[in-house]
Nanobody, 115 residues
């Protein structure tokens, strides 16, 4: 059973920055792909960014150039540096990983960007 714990959310003004962290534990297998998703009120959960154990990354168009995903494989920790935040970035941000075809989710962390 894999446990994912997010931290780092909060309230920030537009133009500000936040750094999210996701710590993974309990996996008997190496975790290849991890990702950040977000869900705004009344909207579907969407991919924000993903990263493989080899460091390959992909980003959703709305966050390209503003967000940076990274991970420390030795610590089983993933990060999301969010700069130039906009009110439309307001959402609950979830950490995700897939291990042996099973998808795991964290509990989510709220990010609120005020205008």
């Amino acid at each position: 059973q894999v446990q994912l714990v997010e931290s780092g959310g909060g309230l920030v003004q537009a133009g500000g920055s936040l750094r999210l962290s996701c710590s993974a534990s309990g996996s008997r297998f190496s975790i290849n792909r991890m990702g950040w998703y977000r869900q705004a009120p009344g909207k579907q959960r969407e991919l924000v960014a993903g990263i493989t154990s080899g460091g390959n990354t992909n980003y959703a168009d709305p966050v390209k150039g503003r967000f940076t995903i990274s991970r420390d494989n030795a610590k089983n920790t993933m990060y999301l540096q969010m700069n130039s935040l906009k009110p439309e970035d307001t959402a609950v941000y979830y950490c995700n990983c897939v291990v042996v075809l099973v998808s795991y989710w964290g509990q989510g962390t709220q990010v609120t960007v005020s205008s």
